[in-house]
């Protein structure tokens, strides 16, 4: 009897849990592994012909002005990201979980933008950009929108956090709306029994309540920002004179445009470990207040 | 319901009826512009078009080769979607029914790795994929590689699903001298069908939206994908505005109407998604 228990327990983990394994391992740890080997080496790409460098692409990349500047304005637009997208949501997330006649249709409608794919998205809002605020400036006689956005380094990159935040916004929007219908009800009429007012209930009562979606929403807001990439190609391509190149474009660039693979995958393992003393945060951050949703 | 509420009650409306216009007039304009003329398009981006220009969607139509990027994309959707269909709910009954050490590192492991950044995988995959194995210009890695990509992602989903069967219903089974593949099959996998469709949605409309894992593998134009093929179509008819944005509509359109369908679950993956941290 036992026996033949321990014989259907080797049967599940070799039949049915090791073909996952199998897949995990040959599409990211063998792949991550053979990255850092990549990283140490010069490799155009073409054919077989690696050198062995060691650790030259690593210092060539902190050396590299380019490569911190690319790091830098990633973290500029992570930052205004992460601010503006959270605060729409929080506010959607409100809007739509307040007596309102059809509040699922507006949900519905409002997620739209994540359906669409980045690259789409950015070739929709290129457009706007270039013809639909232009064409507003112009007849408004509002000088700063009669020229495109697109075509100025600091606007661009405004424009880039317009479009991400709009469309992140929107996906954060249905994480806080699950956060405040979780909120009990009791709490808030108990507050508005006592005299708290609309806003006094919010910041004191149901900001508080939601705390675990809003450590959610940042980190997830953080970790896709630093990632960007179809949408920083498709609305600017790093625009204009590469003042908007993302470090994840970047590292694309490096690799299929410059064909340095050794250089890009060095600041693919940069990229990483950020990513992942990010999520290390999270972790922290989440384990410390219970996550209920 | 007194004087102060109808109030309140109109301005929330009137601020939902906002807010859905700024998320959706992007849409709403690329409708709009893909029926006008270039030149009516780039003077008066606002007005609705004067003569519908019907031509803009069969000129995009062709340029795009819509048929065959269609095929593609939908080739790739399904089959990752039918695999982990099978193997994620297989590796998480897995996960929740044997305990081993093996089996529970594996899968903290697994969870770990879900937040990786792709850009570190990406160069290794096409060197691994593409030049050694040979598999060059195929959609066999990308589908092969939106498995691994999801794979972590719908264990970890369906496990939590899974831990709220009673193990009663295991156990009875067993005790009947029903082995354990048997009856996940016969009883497991059909009660996981709600938290089956929330991954499946979830998945199907990442992988149909994805151009980086795509572009890395898919060179020729007959191979390529809905989303790279916008691209294509951007890049060498830069000047030619209005059926752009008509090959953006039909693009956008076979997912909308997914959306449109599916959307009680695809919001539902996005709350689930996100509790994984």
Request: with cysteine; hydrophobic share 55%; glycine share 6%.
């Amino acid at each position: 009897m036992l026996s033949a228990q321990k014989r259907d327990t080797w049967k599940l983990i070799l039949l049915f849990f090791l073909p996952a394994v199998f897949i995990w391992l040959t599409t990211l740890v063998i792949p991550f592994f053979y990255g850092i080997w990549i990283s140490f080496v010069k490799w155009d790409g073409i054919g077989n012909n690696y050198t062995f460098v060691g650790i030259a692409n690593y210092t060539k990349i902190f050396r590299s002005a380019k490569f911190w500047a690319s790091l830098n304005r990633t973290a500029v637009y992570t930052v205004a990201t992460v601010i503006l997208s959270n605060i729409l949501g929080i506010a959607l997330g409100l809007l739509l979980t307040s007596p309102l006649k059809g509040r699922n249709v507006f949900r519905t409608a409002i997620f739209v933008p994540n359906v669409i794919g980045g690259v789409a998205m950015g070739y929709i809002w290129k457009y706007i950009f270039h013809y639909g605020l232009t064409a507003v400036g112009k007849s408004t006689g509002i000088p700063w929108l009669a020229t495109s956005m697109l075509s100025d380094p600091t606007k661009a990159m405004a424009a880039l956090v317009i479009v991400s935040s709009w469309q992140l916004s929107a996906y954060l929007m249905i994480i806080y709306v699950a956060g405040f219908t979780n909120v009990p009800q009791e709490l808030v009429e108990a507050a508005d029994v006592d005299g708290a007012n609309a806003w006094q209930v919010f910041w004191n009562v149901r900001l508080p309540m939601i705390r675990s979606s809003i450590t959610i929403c940042l980190f997830l807001a953080i970790i896709r920002s630093f990632m960007v990439f179809e949408v920083n190609m498709a609305l600017t391509d790093g625009g204009p004179f590469n003042s908007t190149e993302m470090i994840a474009y970047r590292i694309y660039n490096t690799a299929f445009v410059s064909l340095k693979f050794g250089d890009a995958q060095a600041q693919a393992v940069v990229l990483f470990v950020i990513v992942a003393l990010i999520s290390v945060l999270q972790a922290y951050f989440t384990s410390r207040k219970e996550v209920q949703m | 319901m007194s004087k102060k509420r109808r109030q309140m009650l109109i301005i929330l409306l009137v601020l939902a009826l906002l807010a859905t216009v700024f998320y959706l007039f992007p849409l709403i304009l690329m409708a709009m512009n893909s029926l006008k003329t270039t030149g009516e398009f780039t003077s008066n981006p606002f007005s609705l078009p004067t003569i519908m220009q019907w031509g803009n969607y069969s000129y995009a139509f062709e340029q795009m080769h819509f048929l065959s990027a269609l095929t593609n994309s939908l080739v790739i959707t399904v089959a990752v979607c039918a695999i982990i269909a099978l193997l994620g709910p297989m590796a998480a009954y897995t996960v929740s029914r044997v305990q081993s050490k093996f089996v529970s590192t594996m899968f903290y492991m697994m969870i770990a790795s879900m937040s990786a950044p792709f850009q570190a995988f990406m160069i290794p995959l096409v060197k691994l994929y593409a030049s050694q194995l040979g598999f060059n210009n195929s959609l066999i890695p990308v589908i092969y590689i939106g498995v691994g990509l999801n794979i972590c992602f719908s264990i970890f989903l369906v496990k939590g699903f899974l831990s709220s069967i009673p193990r009663e219903i295991d156990e009875a089974a067993l005790i009947d001298g029903c082995s354990s593949i048997k009856l996940f099959f016969y009883i497991i996998l059909p009660m996981l069908t709600p938290i089956l469709i929330t991954l499946l949605v979830f998945v199907a409309m990442g992988i149909w939206n994805d151009y980086l894992l795509s572009s890395l593998f898919l060179n020729t134009q007959d191979m390529r994908t809905l989303p790279m093929m916008v691209r294509v179509f951007c890049a060498q008819y830069s000047n030619d505005y209005a059926p752009m944005m008509a090959g953006l509509v039909m693009t956008i359109t076979p997912m909308l109407v997914f959306y449109l369908v599916c959307q009680k679950y695809i919001l539902e993956g996005v709350v689930q998604g996100a509790v994984k941290g």
